[in-house]
């Protein structure tokens, strides 16, 4: 079960930026294409023109969940449209083996005038299913997308919501062996969002799936590899899903050198003792030590270091506050000081850690930050006994208690003399 | 598996496979084809109080128009003609039409379905073949405004008429032929969009539609180069006179119209997956 459906091999695709050029470059393409060009004229740049995908290659096999990511306009959609076939590579070979299908914009091709279930026919279609088979998912799909009252009413009336569901339900009602995801549900209820999720989780058994989205938390969940992108150039493809989201992360400016705000504080030192390699590791359970040496730049002193826990999908599973001792802002250029977590609490896998400088809080409210390191440390947290994702695993045990145990067996065996 | 290879390379560098993937696509795109043709035959009228009634109104327009110029000593074009004046000008009229929304309905239907077309990967074809389907559709209700006319001048339909059915073919196929091989620079520019309906006025102008054709003259001349004109005359003839062998011109009109519309087919199959970065929607 583990044959290849995409090979995508050293792909590139390019655009032009300027229409009047872009239409008259597209004349001329007419007339190459006519004439039979052996495509080699494509792969230099005219002018105006840039790669929206810049020499992309990957494999997806039957089971596999390629997870694409990357800041909007990185040519993730592009890439998508050329496995689809509806663009023509410029540079490279797309391969692709069996049925495909794309949930590139659910309901594409609907009309506003017909019914929804007439609709599903017209969609089905278009999607490749035959009339036999639209018959026999009909009550199918129908149920799945949950407006069974609505169906007999032109689509023109649906909330783009009620579209999207029916959208989602004839696209996941459609036999393929490919399935193309392009952040398709961003639309639709939180309850509909779960469904369609776990409609896709099952899908990825036995199709190849490439899963745009911006949501990390689901591609951390669905993807069994990622493929960052940004400008049109693959960052990093790998099959350590946390890694790859962490590189997405820093494609972003605003989290470049791990840093937002001003350079009030710099953070010379940033480590965890004993652990010399590139991911250091923790104990589930025992102590986490994180050694930091810093200055203070600016005028504002900080009075304690938030440490931010992420998860591989991004998001915050938890935070420690510390107070800075006070005699430590006395010393000039950099200080050193250790932060110790007790019993560390968050179950294996791979997290990020962003160190905040702030100026003291109280109940009410926050202290002004002084330094933001968003993701300072990548830890690896190994030795907890968990089979679930949940980051938080509290300690806990059974009490045994020997009164207790004691207690409750002459009740037993009482009951048992009664019968 | 089925398997499909996308490279920078033209289709036409492969003639065989590319032959080989038209068949398949054409049998491919049958049903798709057939839903499409009803969702657009049914979306068309659905929103409509006068419904098919709209598909009677431009030829009987027409006709009217040219009718009452007739009869008004304004034109005078009925000299020569065998059948009542009406009855030659709508017969007419609805074979020229037939061909006028031919050459408009696979540009139209490429433009409407951009959306749909940069997002989903289906047999292309089935939007030309759905469109051509209804403007055979809209044309053969047409057919029907002729049942009326025939009664009312007491006349009789002759065995003739059965072939009419080919240069009615050929008509509809001519015109989506230019439609097709006009579509690719339509999506480019507008100005095709524009262009078309004024070109088709002025066509039917210089075919033999409203008048018999002129023994010599420029406009003689003219209809006698026209490879309209000797479709609509001879399906007019074996329609509402009779017997007759084709005009001149009629059978190379009729084969060279079957080779473009492979030709054409050609074309839009290789053109338009280069045009797709262009119709970005």
Not at chain 1, 267 to 294: I, K, M, Q, S
Not at chain 2, 26 to 55: E, N, P
Not at chain 2, 56 to 77: C, D
Not at chain 2, 177 to 200: C, E, N, T
Request: proline share 5%; hydrophobic share 45%; charged share 20%.
């Amino acid at each position: 079960m583990s044959d290849q459906l995409i090979d995508v091999c050293a792909s590139s695709k390019k655009f032009c930026r300027d229409l009047k050029t872009s239409l008259a470059y597209g004349v001329r393409d007419i007339a190459r294409e006519m004439v039979g060009s052996r495509g080699t004229g494509r792969s230099r740049l005219r002018h105006g023109e840039f790669w929206a995908v810049r020499d992309i290659s990957f494999e997806v096999r039957r089971g596999d969940c390629l997870g694409l990511i990357g800041p909007n306009g990185s040519g993730k959609s592009t890439l998508l449209k050329m496995i689809n076939g509806i663009l023509k590579p410029d540079i490279g070979r797309i391969s692709v083996r069996g049925r495909v299908s794309a949930l590139i914009e659910l309901g594409a091709g609907f009309s506003p005038i017909l019914t929804g279930r007439e609709n599903i026919y017209v969609n089905g279609s278009v999607l490749g299913m035959t009339t036999t088979e639209v018959d026999a998912k009909l009550d199918q799909i129908i149920h799945y997308s949950g407006i069974e009252e609505f169906i007999d009413m032109p689509v023109r009336s649906y909330s783009s919501g009620m579209r999207v569901r029916l959208g989602f339900a004839i696209a996941a009602h459609v036999d393929t062996d490919v399935l193309l995801i392009d952040e398709v549900l961003a639309v639709g209820d939180v309850g509909f969002k779960q469904r369609c999720f776990n409609t896709m989780a099952n899908l990825a058994k036995d199709r190849a799936i490439i899963f745009v989205s911006h949501n990390m938390a689901n591609i951390a969940r669905i993807a069994t590899s990622v493929l960052v992108m940004n400008s049109g150039e693959g960052i990093i493809h790998t099959p350590d899903v946390g890694s790859a989201i962490q590189q997405y992360f820093e494609q972003f400016p605003a989290m470049a050198g791990s840093r937002i705000g001003e350079h009030l504080v710099h953070l010379r030192e940033c480590r965890v003792p004993g652990a010399e390699d590139d991911a250091p590791t923790v104990r589930y359970g025992e102590a986490l030590v994180v050694e930091l040496e810093y200055a203070v730049l600016g005028e504002d002193e900080p009075d304690v270091i938030h440490l931010k826990f992420f998860d591989k999908g991004a998001s915050q599973v938890a935070v420690s506050y510390v107070r800075i001792p006070s005699g430590i802002a006395q010393i000039d250029g950099y200080r050193r000081l250790r932060v110790r977590v007790r019993d560390f609490p968050l179950s294996a896998g791979r997290y990020s850690i962003g160190i905040i400088f702030a100026e003291a809080y109280n109940d009410t409210v926050n202290g002004k930050i002084i330094a933001h390191y968003v993701s300072a440390i990548t830890l690896r947290v190994v030795g907890s006994e968990t089979i679930s994702n949940i980051s938080v695993q509290l300690p806990a045990d059974v009490l045994l208690d020997e009164e207790y145990t004691e207690a409750r067996s002459p009740d037993v065996r009482a009951d048992r003399t009664l019968v | 598996m089925d398997v499909r290879t996308y490279t920078p390379e033209s289709g036409i560098r492969h003639p065989v496979a590319l032959v080989r993937e038209m068949v398949s696509d054409l049998s491919r795109c049958r049903g798709l084809a057939w839903r499409l043709f009803v969702r657009d035959i049914q979306a068309q009228y659905r929103q409509t109080v006068l419904g098919l009634l709209w598909a009677f109104l431009p030829p009987v327009a027409t006709t009217a128009v040219f009718v009452l110029l007739n009869r008004g000593q304004i034109l005078n074009v009925s000299d020569g003609i065998a059948v009542p004046y009406p009855v030659f000008v709508l017969s007419g009229m609805i074979l020229w039409q037939t061909f006028g929304d031919a050459v408009q309905a696979p540009l139209r239907v490429v433009d409407s379905s951009a959306g749909l077309l940069s997002k989903i990967n289906f047999p292309r074809e089935a939007l030309i073949v759905a469109a051509v389907g209804q403007s055979a559709f809209t044309s053969c209700i047409r057919l029907l405004l002729l049942v009326p006319i025939f009664v009312m001048y007491r006349m009789t339909p002759s065995y003739s008429a059965l072939l009419f059915l080919l240069p009615y073919v050929v008509l509809l196929l001519m015109g989506s032929v230019i439609g097709v091989v006009a579509s690719p620079f339509g999506i480019l520019y507008k100005d095709v969009q524009r262009a078309l309906p004024l070109m088709l006025q002025f066509w039917m102008l210089l075919t033999p539609v409203v008048y018999s054709r002129p023994d010599g003259g420029v406009l003689g001349l003219i209809a006698g180069l026209n490879p309209v004109s000797p479709l609509i005359e001879s399906g007019r003839h074996w329609l509402v006179v009779g017997m007759a062998p084709p005009s001149g011109g009629f059978w190379l009109v009729t084969t060279a119209t079957m080779a473009v519309a492979l030709v054409s087919w050609v074309i839009f199959r290789v053109t338009l997956p280069v045009l797709m970065d262009r119709i970005e929607a």
